[in-house]
């Protein structure tokens, strides 16, 4: 069984959802309850391939009620697959073993990627109930697997006698993958040490799924209605008109709605007029999770906390960050709690400082008040128009959405790794906004196929992401099927799409991520792509989010919506100018939730306490980040990344990836930027890679040393 359908079952369950209306679907029974007749689980088609193009999904042909009994019957099939490769009475060998693991679960590990990618991407009540269900039926179904100790027997004398073998290095790797993902999933534990891991992880799948439905829950119910137009001075006119519409569809004609996005600072809070508003918003958001009610998340940190704990110590760890981060670049707790000891009080300091033009720019308007959360973008917008007499309102109209796409990010790519594009019409899609297109190579050839959802919606998850519906893989000959995700505000009908400068480089980053799995050379699919350790996976996608100010690329795609007219040097040079901007603040929200990520999973089962908000704010204020015009990026009772599974004990890897993205660019600077000898060599050296040798090592074999931090203090102003 290939890692990519590992990671499924442990991250997946995880993934957060919008709750959307869907009047026509009858609630689906649960996979262990679902009997089909051999007839229609032929005609269901989650159980075969795709007849389409690299494999493609068949959206227009899947139904809610394909899931239940298409899950029921691939882990049928690869229970029997599992079986009959520990019971194969030949001696283990490589092919007989580890390359029949690779091959098997393919059929449950495309209901699996179809089913969790919906999940995130365009949700319903019969998804989310079904979610449910699969949490802990897909957790029992993971630990027959890696509890078996026959099929671990057979793994353990291949590793014995790995030197007779003669395997070339990916194989070699494969075989310790294979290996330390047994160790680290229990293998090795005593009988009963094993029942109580399967309980444990039974409850953890269980509680990181209700933890995303209640932070789900809660964020839809805390969406802001305010009662007049006065009230959102400040707003453009399509913004009220939006914030309007959106009140409309929820039943409240003639009332304005602001829905809440998953992060603690709300992008509207940087134009508000009415403080009073502001601060309605803003106490929405810091509250979710927090204040009783269907969606409160307390109870369940703490619990989730302790089940985590709990595992690590019957695996022999210390706490569930030990256990975590061993698999990691960072390796120890100790590696990631000094980068991040080292960096907090310079970042608080520089906080310190913004904060103190923020309060000066109050009192000389008179304000007479002290600086609060809620004000800080509002005011921090104002000083950047100042100081550099510009503000997002008079970008974003060079920042029309199809040109950024086509004529910014793929053009990029195109000048870099000589790739080419053409949009496909032909191939179906789950939602009528969500566009495909067909990439092909330098040769030719094509390359792979990609999928772009980018705007938002009430039945979609918060924030950007990118995944998978094919990898690429030389085992099984398969090209890569790629989506990324956006949350991007749809404009009323006939208006165009014109993003934020935040916006645009989420679009570019995004896309690094793509590349990656696009770039894919790798044999097995274990190594495909961004199936690297999570404080790597980030660090092409943030070398990606170079090219968004590129000059080259930048006059390509920043052309006025109306007019045409290229974006003003003028323009662009303040934009450059102002790339340290606000940086204290940026760095402290960030090191502030990476601190409280590793305060709670660096705690033993005993040490677990017994009041979730009293420990963060104990928790800010030890690693002395306590400071309250910048509250973390994520509190805890609505931060997804920790305790919905996925970066629990890895929230700091965005920073820790940016140091190889900070020198990366160094390099690429050093070496004449944007071109195509330059973007070769990233490819052949770390792109296409994937985890196929130590990741560490592919970016030596890239930058010809290890990684120094300098390029990244200069970046953040943390020197």
């Given at each position: 069984m290939n890692k990519p359908l590992l990671m499924l079952f442990c991250s997946a369950l995880a993934i957060q959802s919008s709750v959307a209306a869907d009047a026509t679907s009858p609630a689906t029974p649960t996979a262990s309850k679902t009997i089909s007749s051999p007839g229609a689980l032929k005609k269901n088609p989650l159980l075969v391939k795709s007849a389409l193009e690299f494999e493609y999904p068949a959206f227009d042909k899947i139904h809610n009620e394909d899931y239940a009994p298409a899950f029921a019957e691939a882990m049928r099939q690869h229970d029997a697959e599992i079986k009959a490769i520990a019971a194969n009475p030949a001696k283990p060998t490589f092919d007989n073993t580890v390359i029949a693991l690779e091959r098997s679960g393919q059929t449950l590990k495309r209901v699996a990627t179809i089913f969790f990618n919906q999940l995130g991407a365009n949700t319903n009540p019969t998804l989310e109930a079904l979610s449910g269900d699969l949490a802990p039926a897909l957790s029992a179904h993971q630990d027959a697997i890696s509890l078996n100790a026959q099929l671990f027997k057979r793994i353990q004398r291949l590793v014995e006698q790995k030197a007779s073998l003669h395997l070339d290095a990916e194989s070699d790797r494969l075989l310790d993958r294979y290996y330390t993902d047994f160790v680290r999933a229990g293998a090795n534990l005593s009988a009963a040490e094993k029942e109580k891991l399967k309980s444990l992880n039974a409850q953890l799948a269980t509680m990181e799924n209700k933890f995303n439905q209640n932070v789900l829950k809660d964020t839809n119910a805390s969406?802001?209605?305010?009662?007049?137009?006065?009230?959102?001075?400040?707003?453009?006119?399509?913004?009220?008109?939006?914030?309007?519409?959106?009140?409309?569809?929820?039943?409240?004609?003639?009332?304005?709605?602001?829905?809440?996005?998953?992060?603690?600072?709300?992008?509207?809070?940087?134009?508000?007029?009415?403080?009073?508003?502001?601060?309605?918003?803003?106490?929405?958001?810091?509250?979710?999770?927090?204040?009783?009610?269907?969606?409160?998340?307390?109870?369940?940190?703490?619990?989730?906390?302790?089940?985590?704990?709990?595992?690590?110590?019957?695996?022999?760890?210390?706490?569930?960050?030990?256990?975590?981060?061993?698999?990691?670049?960072?390796?120890?707790?100790?590696?990631?709690?000094?980068?991040?000891?080292?960096l907090a009080p310079a970042g608080v300091a520089n906080a310190k400082k913004e904060a103190a033009e923020l309060q000066k720019l109050i009192d000389d308007e008179h304000g007479n008040f002290q600086l609060a959360a809620w004000d800080w973008a509002f005011y921090s917008e104002r000083l950047h128009q100042q100081k550099y007499a510009f503000d997002d309102n008079q970008l974003r109209p060079y920042f029309e959405l199809n040109s950024v796409l086509q004529n910014g990010v793929f053009f990029a790519a195109n000048q870099l790794y000589g790739i080419s594009f053409k949009e496909r019409k032909d191939l179906p899609v789950y939602e009528p906004t969500v566009r495909v297109f067909e990439v092909y190579d330098v040769d030719g050839k094509p390359l792979a196929i990609f999928i772009a959802d980018m705007y938002a919606r009430d039945n979609k998850r918060g924030g950007a992401w990118m995944n998978n519906y094919v990898d690429q893989s030389g085992l099984f000959a398969t090209k890569p099927v790629i989506a990324n995700h956006l949350n991007i505000p749809k404009p009323p009908a006939g208006q165009p799409t014109l993003l934020t400068p935040d916006e645009v480089k989420t679009a570019f980053h995004e896309f690094g991520h793509a590349l990656h799995g696009m770039f894919s050379q790798v044999r097995y699919p274990r190594f495909s792509g961004t199936n690297v350790p999570r404080d790597f996976v980030e660090y092409p996608s943030q070398v990606n989010e170079m090219w968004a100010v590129w000059p080259e690329v930048l006059k390509n795609y920043a052309k006025h919506y109306k007019t045409g007219e290229a974006i003003p040097q003028d323009l662009v040079d303040k934009i450059v100018a102002s790339r340290k901007f606000n940086q204290g603040f940026t760095t402290t929200e960030y090191l502030s939730a990476s601190l409280l990520d590793q305060r709670w999973h660096q705690l033993s089962s005993k040490q677990i306490p017994t009041d979730t908000m009293a420990f963060e704010a104990t928790a800010l204020k030890d690693a002395g980040v306590d400071f309250a015009p910048v509250p973390p990026r994520y509190r805890t009772p609505y931060f997804s990344h920790s305790f919905g599974g996925g970066y629990s004990a890895g929230y700091y890897a965005y920073l820790w990836s940016e140091v190889l993205d900070a020198d990366t660019v160094e390099w690429f600077k050093e070496h004449g930027g944007l071109s195509r000898k330059n973007g070769d060599w990233f490819r052949q050296q770390l792109l296409s890679r994937g985890g196929s040798i130590d990741p560490m090592q592919s970016f030596r074999n890239f930058r010809g040393r290890d990684p120094e931090i300098e390029p990244l203090l200069v970046r953040r102003g943390l020197k």
């Open positions: 969406a802001l209605v305010v009662d007049t137009k006065e009230e959102l001075a400040g707003l453009s006119a399509t913004e009220i008109e939006t914030a309007a519409a959106t009140a409309k569809a929820k039943g409240l004609d003639g009332k304005y709605m602001i829905p809440l996005m998953n992060t603690t600072g709300q992008p509207l809070l940087a134009t508000l007029e009415n403080r009073k508003t502001r601060q309605r918003l803003y106490e929405a958001s810091v509250q979710r999770g927090s204040h009783g009610g269907e969606g409160d998340n307390r109870e369940v940190v703490l619990t989730l906390a302790r089940l985590r704990a709990e595992r690590a110590e019957l695996l022999g760890y210390a706490n569930f960050a030990a256990y975590s981060l061993e698999d990691e670049t960072a390796k120890t707790p100790a590696a990631v709690n000094k980068m991040l000891g080292e």
